[in-house]
Every structure is written in C-alpha cells, then in structure tokens.
C-alpha cells in the first residue's frame, strides 16, 4: 500500500490550522519526505520517526518549502536513539543559503545530519523503493517538480508552478497529482508564472490524464473547497482538498 500523509498544504504562510508546504509518501516501511514548510515537522514527528525517512526533496528555496528543515536537523542531531542523519536533495545553493543563518557549529552539525545534494531538472534519483524523476516548474527561481514511482503507483508534485507543459509531463497518467491552486479563479488576473488557479490546476489534471487531483498551496485568507470546485468544472476525476494530518491511500 502506498500512502500520502499531508504534513502540510498552505499557501505562502500558516493559516487556518494548516502548515505550509509538506508531504510525506509511504511505502511500507520507506518515507520519502516532499517538501518541509513551516510548521510541518510537529506533523511529521506524529507521522514517523523523523529518523526513519529515506531522504528529504525540497521543490525550491523559499522559506515556506524549506524553513522547517531547520526543525528537522534538531530532531536528529538530538535524536533519543543517537545521532542520526537523512539525505537532502535541493536545488543549487540550498546548503549556502541553509548553512548562512546558522552561528558556532550549527552550520556543521547542519550538513553532517543533513547531507545535501544538489538536484536539478532532468535529474532521475533512486532514493530505496522510490523512482523519482525531476521536472522543471514555472516559478520565479529554479524549482523542481516531482514524479515519484513507488510499488506501482505514480504520485507528481508541481511544487510551486504557473502554468507550463512540463506540469503535464510530470502528471502523466499519475494515481495522483498534488498541484499547486493558490488562488479562487474569479479574483483574476493573476501574474504568469507565479501560482495556478483551481481551474488552471484541473486543466492539467485532465491534459495530463491524472486519476486524482489534490488541489494544495491554497492562500491561506482563501476557502480551499472554492479552489476546488473550480478545478472540478473542467476535470472529471476525483479531487481531493489537501488536509493537515490526514493520510490518502493510493
């Protein structure tokens, strides 16, 4: 069984009882971490042993994709078993950026418990059961979206994106697509490639012929089930709203 647990799914900053950015695929006893925004640790430490994930993806370098690895270093470097450590992988730059806002030895001790890789799109990564290939989103800095292929089922993960056919590519025949709708489709217009609409993210569900879409990344002043119901006005599959805490099974 393959299961998606929600670690995190608002837009931008917290809100509303969500935590930003963070989502956790399971295959058995293998977890592989999209994402740590804020907040999302104290979810994930109610989910796993933080110890047990196969490795850390983050999409792009900004803070509500990345900030909570900070919390995540903590949970390892005092971990009640020892010390333990967990491979990151991040666009070019995350381990300079990472590293420069930490004083003393923290900035050692970061990578030590964090190794990080730097990954870019084009890039097929083989993380224990996990297939991962790597697409380039339509956002204002480099940032990658994924496409994870584990036990059969196919989950994509825009990160953050605007519209761009490598989103279809990505989301081609997945079990599921985790897309970013940041906006209520009537408050257009919105600038290009910063963040889809419900709509825009139903669009590429269908296109890409995705059998389930979970519409994430919603602002958090705006209601996720109204980005929802755009999404559904032009793509027939199911939709799921992305819940903090909650676990889908594929």
């Known amino acids: 069984m393959v299961k998606v647990t929600v670690l995190g ?17 399971s295959a058995g006893d293998h977890h592989l971490l999209l994402d740590c925004g804020n907040g999302s640790v104290a979810n994930l430490i109610d989910a796993v042993d933080p110890a047990d994930l196969d490795a850390v993806i983050i999409s792009h370098l900004h803070p509500d994709h990345f900030v909570d690895l900070y919390g995540l270093h903590y949970a390892l470097r005092f971990h009640e078993n020892g010390a333990k450590k967990v491979d990151v992988y991040a666009p070019s730059g995350a381990s300079e950026l990472l590293t420069s806002l930490l004083l003393g030895d923290a900035g ?6 964090l190794p ?18 790597l697409f380039a989103a339509n956002h204002p800095i480099e940032t990658l979206a994924s496409r994870v292929t584990v036990d059969g089922r196919i989950i994509a ?6 519209r761009t056919e490598e989103l279809i590519a990505c989301a081609e ?11 209520v489709s009537r408050d257009a217009p919105f600038p290009e490639g910063v963040h889809m609409t419900g709509t825009e993210a ?4 269908s296109v890409a012929g995705a059998e389930r879409l979970m519409i994430t990344h919603v602002f958090p002043q705006r209601e996720p089930e109204q980005v929802a119901a ?3 006005t032009v793509y027939d599959g199911y939709v799921w709203v992305a819940a903090d805490r909650e676990e889908y099974e594929l």
């Open 9 to 25: 799914s608002a837009g931008s900053h917290p809100g509303n009882g969500r935590a930003c950015s963070s989502y956790l695929i």
């Open 108 to 113: 050692d001790s970061f990578v030590r418990h």
């Open 116 to 133: 990080m890789h730097v990954a870019a799109a084009g890039d097929r990564l083989e993380i224990g059961p996990f297939d991962v290939e």
């Open 157 to 162: 993960y825009s990160g953050d994106s605007g």
């Open 173 to 183: 025949n997945a079990d599921l697509f985790i897309c970013d709708a940041t906006w």
């Open 202 to 205: 139903g669009q590429h569900a």
């Open 230 to 232: 755009d999404a559904e």
